[in-house]
T-cell receptor, first 115, second 117 residues
Framework: DAGVTQSPTHLIKTRGQQVTLRCSPK?????VSWYQQALGQGPQFIFQ???????QRGNFPDRFSGHQFPNYSSELNVNALLLGDSALYLC??????????????FGEGSRLTVL | DQQVKQNSPSLSVQEGRISILNCDYT??????FLWYKKYPAEGPTFLIS?????DKNEDGRFTVFLNKSAKHLSLHIVPSQPGDSAVYFC????????????????FGKGTKLSVIP
C-alpha cells in the first residue's frame, strides 16, 4: 500500500523563478493538503483540495497556487520565488477533509532551496 | 501570533524513564488535538489524538492529557525508548461549523526528544 509520494525530493531554484511540486495521495484518499515547514518551525497550512477545488487557504499570497486532478493527485505551484520560500513542502492526504480521527498522512516532503 | 506553542525546543530523557512533552494553545475554538512524530528526512507521522470532550487518551506507551481550562496538553511516553528520539509536534484543529469548510492543522514548533540509552 503506497503512502503519500512527493516529487521532487530536493530542488534548487533562483529568485524570480517558478516551481511545481507534485503529490500523489495515499491509496483510497481523496483529499490533499499542502503545508510549508520552514527551518526550525512547525508545518504551516497552505491550502486543502477536495473534489478538485481549493477549500481553504492559509495565510499565503496568491503566488502560491494549486490544483487537484481527477485521480486525486495534486500540484503546488509557486511563482516569483523569494528567498523566504526556501522550506520543506509537505503534502498530506486524508479520506474526506477531516480524515479518520483527524489524522493526516504526510509525505516525506520536497525540499526547496531558493538562491 | 502563535496559536499553538511548544516552549521546550528540546528534551533529554534516560531510557526507561518517563518523557513529558508539553503544549499550550490560545485559540479556545480548537476542539481536537493531535501529536505527530517526525524523524529526519521523513514526513510527520500521527501518534495520538484527543477530542476536547475528553481529558485523557491512552495508546500503549503514549498518553495525552488535556486541560481545557488551562489550554494545555501534554504527551507522556512511558517507558521511553531510544527509538522514540524524534521531533514531536503538537497540532490543533477546529471543527467547521457546517458540513462545508476545510480542515487544517495548526502546529507548534516542535520539541526534539532525545532518549539516552
Amino acid at each position: 500500500d503506497a503512502g503519500v509520494t512527493q516529487s521532487p525530493t530536493h530542488l534548487i531554484k533562483t529568485r524570480g523563478q517558478q516551481v511545481t511540486l507534485r503529490c500523489s495521495p495515499k491509496s483510497g484518499h481523496d483529499t490533499v493538503s499542502w503545508y510549508q515547514q520552514a527551518l526550525g518551525q512547525g508545518p504551516q497550512f497552505i491550502f486543502q483540495y477536495y473534489e478538485e477545488e481549493e477549500r481553504q487557504r492559509g495565510n499565503f499570497p496568491d503566488r502560491f497556487s494549486g490544483h487537484q486532478f481527477p485521480n486525486y493527485s495534486s500540484e503546488l505551484n509557486v511563482n516569483a520565488l523569494l528567498l523566504g520560500d526556501s522550506a520543506l513542502y509537505l503534502c498530506a492526504s486524508s479520506l474526506g477533509m477531516r480524515g479518520l480521527d483527524g489524522e493526516l498522512f504526510f509525505g516525506e516532503g520536497s525540499r526547496l532551496t531558493v538562491l | 501570533d502563535q496559536q499553538v506553542k511548544q516552549n521546550s525546543p528540546s528534551l533529554s530523557v534516560q531510557e526507561g524513564r518517563i518523557s513529558i512533552l508539553n503544549c499550550d494553545y490560545t485559540n479556545s475554538m480548537f476542539d481536537y488535538f493531535l501529536w505527530y512524530k517526525k524523524y529526519p528526512a521523513e514526513g510527520p507521522t500521527f501518534l495520538i489524538s484527543i477530542s476536547s470532550i475528553k481529558d485523557k487518551n491512552e495508546d500503549g506507551r503514549f498518553t495525552v492529557f488535556l486541560n481545557k481550562s488551562a489550554k494545555h496538553l501534554s504527551l507522556h511516553i512511558v517507558p521511553s525508548q531510544p527509538g522514540d528520539s524524534a521531533v514531536y509536534f503538537c497540532a490543533a484543529s477546529q471543527t467547521p461549523h457546517s458540513g462545508a469548510g476545510s480542515y487544517q492543522l495548526t502546529f507548534g514548533k516542535g520539541t526534539k526528544l532525545s532518549v539516552i540509552p
